[in-house]
């Protein structure tokens, strides 16, 4: 599927394996726990703990990090759903196949930076969780593959919160844009944030990651809707869903006017999972505790914002009405007739009038439009008029 940008490993002529310093083997540890081939609880332990930093690695624990990476990350991402025969769009034309079929080879290769390997060092040495030496980088000098592994990271340990809230300070998880599409929620810590720039996201080695994670991303939606359920505090729904709606409303935006509503599937098809019976908010704040803060207006944001993920349906529907304006002979004809056809098979229209119908109970006068939500909140014309929503 994917090469790593990087000289082939060099194993020594003998025979059995080759040797590392102790610091070099809770390094390979720590790694592999990132990549999914490490048990969590003693991966935690060792980032709990310091270790003297060492004035550089061996090349052979060099090899063996290009090795675990390279290998690691692209079995990650054939298993989501790089394996799977499926469709998306290329230059506007819908393509089948398994990932290695419809792109080629230069637009899939894995580039790690020295930032990951200065990542690996820095959380070996240090108590992650209470550092007191600093590290970060700069988002904008990450490779495709830099984001992927540190979003492999913070999926490792965001069950973890102290962990968690050591990391989604760093630039490095801050600003990741695959980190916001998939747990925005674990990035916010109050009510001022910044989203980062989801338009890298739909151009050549991030398509195709992205490509990959559609079913993922699909399940780690549902899982953190159905569990909304659960969340006791008023204020960290409110801010979990605040974070979820600028995250998905962004990314919708990106999408709209790279014209890859197929890399968005998945917001459709949560909501079509979702929605498949009648709901209303309680499935989504059933587990607040108390009456809440003292303003009507606070209460209904924040039941407003659990509501998040259907709220993008507005979105979605106009898509498919552009589609259905589209021509044979215009431009974009068979990657609307794609969209339309996934609409279709979900379907679409009762989907988006299943979300319409659970917002507006949340509306004292019922009735309210979207749009009308939205101004009452005080929202931007932005918000309320996505641009390229209708890509």
């Not at 079995?75 to 290695?100: E, K, S, T």
Request: glycine share 6%.
């Amino acid at each position: 599927m994917t090469r790593i940008a990087a000289p082939p490993a060099r194993f020594p002529d003998s025979d059995g394996p080759r040797q590392v310093s102790k610091f070099e083997f809770n390094l390979l540890r720590i790694l592999r726990f990132f990549v999914g081939h490490f048990p969590a609880e003693q991966a935690v332990r060792l980032l709990r703990e310091s270790l003297p930093r060492p004035e550089c690695l061996s090349l052979s624990a060099v090899e063996l990090v290009q090795d675990t990476l390279a290998k690691g990350c692209i079995l990650f991402l054939v298993r989501q759903g790089g394996w799977r025969n499926d469709r998306y769009l290329r230059n506007g034309h819908p393509i089948a196949g398994r990932v290695w079929d419809r792109i080629p080879l230069n637009e899939r290769t894995l580039v790690f930076s020295r930032a990951v390997l200065e990542f690996l060092i820095w959380a070996t040495a240090e108590k992650v969780h209470e550092t007191k030496t600093p590290w970060d980088t700069t988002a904008n000098q990450l490779t495709a593959a830099d984001e992927l592994f540190f979003w492999l990271v913070l999926n490792s340990i965001r069950f973890d919160p102290d962990l968690l809230a050591s990391l989604r300070k760093k630039e490095a998880f801050r600003l990741n844009p695959f980190c916001w599409v998939c747990f925005p929620g674990d990035l916010v810590g109050n009510d001022n944030f910044e989203a980062p720039n989801f338009t890298p996201l739909f151009e050549g080695v991030r398509a195709a990651i992205l490509e990959c994670l559609q079913c993922y991303l699909t399940e780690r939606w549902l899982q953190s809707e159905r569990k909304k359920g659960q969340v006791g505090e008023w204020k960290k729904l409110r801010q979990q869903g605040h974070a979820e709606f600028v995250a998905l409303r962004t990314f919708l935006e990106a999408a709209g006017r790279a014209k890859r509503p197929d890399l968005a599937r998945f917001v459709l098809r949560t909501n079509a999972t979702l929605l498949s019976t009648d709901l209303t908010p309680a499935f989504w704040t059933s587990g607040l505790q108390g009456s809440g803060p003292l303003r009507l207006a606070d209460r209904l944001e924040t039941q407003r914002a659990a509501l998040a993920v259907p709220r993008q349906m507005e979105v979605l529907e106009a898509w498919q009405n552009h589609a259905r304006t589209v021509g044979y002979f215009d431009d974009d004809y068979q990657a609307t007739q794609m969209w339309k056809a996934e609409w279709e098979a979900l379907h679409g229209d009762l989907i988006v009038s299943r979300a319409r119908a659970v917002i507006q109970m949340l509306e004292p006068l019922g009735g309210a439009t979207l749009r009308a939500q939205s101004a009452d909140r005080g929202e931007t014309a932005h918000d309320d008029h996505p641009e390229g929503s209708t890509g």
